[in-house]
């Protein structure tokens, strides 16, 4: 919870509570403040099992953490599937070898070869030669 909080930080919030409400006021209100945070957290977990109780049955492996949007969204389009959008046969076929070693990729990978001539409807560029210019498409 306080992960990015520094140890010098913690260091000064120490000292600055001395400094307001002194030594002897000090361990009173760490008490009471801790009985606050089990007060609350009391009665967040009341309130989970009441709901809980109250959707029935059916929804015994509820969590609320189900409700974040984050994971809402990935078991909601993404499903119970282990890899439901392919990414396995995809990090599968990828050689890291060939990369590693400057060595040219496997032309066939992915199918992602070419077998029909450009979408402009013409015959490939040779060398050095450009493109057409559409200047209504710019």
Same mark, same amino acid.
């Given at each position: 919870?306080?992960? /990015?909080?520094?140890?010098?930080? =913690? =260091? *000064?919030?120490? !000292?600055?509570? =001395?400094? !307001?409400?002194?030594? /002897?006021?000090?361990?009173?209100? !760490?008490?009471? *403040?801790?009985?606050?945070?089990?007060? =609350? $957290?009391?009665?967040? &977990?009341?309130?989970?099992?009441?709901?809980?109780?109250?959707? %029935?049955?059916?929804?015994? &492996?509820?969590?609320?953490?189900?409700?974040?949007?984050? #994971?809402?969204?990935?078991?909601?389009?993404?499903? %119970?599937?282990?890899? @439901?959008?392919?990414?396995?046969? !995809?990090?599968?076929?990828?050689?890291?070898?060939?990369?590693?070693? &400057?060595?040219?990729?496997?032309?066939?990978?992915? %199918?992602? *070869?070419? *077998? #029909?001539? @450009?979408?402009?409807? %013409?015959?490939?560029? $040779? /060398?050095?030669? $450009?493109?057409?210019? &559409?200047?209504?498409? #710019?």
């Amino acid at each position: 919870m306080f992960a /990015d909080i520094a140890p010098l930080e =913690v =260091v *000064t919030l120490a !000292i600055m509570a =001395v400094v !307001i409400f002194g030594p /002897d006021k000090l361990p009173k209100l !760490i008490q009471d *403040t801790m009985g606050f945070i089990r007060k =609350v $957290r009391s009665f967040a &977990d009341s309130a989970k099992e009441d709901i809980r109780s109250e959707l %029935g049955p059916e929804f015994q &492996d509820f969590e609320f953490q189900d409700l974040h949007p984050k #994971t809402f969204v990935r078991k909601q389009l993404l499903g %119970g599937n282990e890899d @439901p959008l392919g990414f396995k046969e !995809i990090r599968d076929g990828l050689d890291f070898r060939s990369v590693l070693n &400057d060595e040219p990729a496997p032309s066939s990978s992915f %199918g992602l *070869t070419r *077998t #029909t001539p @450009p979408a402009t409807g %013409g015959a490939a560029l $040779r /060398d050095g030669e $450009r493109p057409p210019f &559409d200047p209504d498409a #710019t």
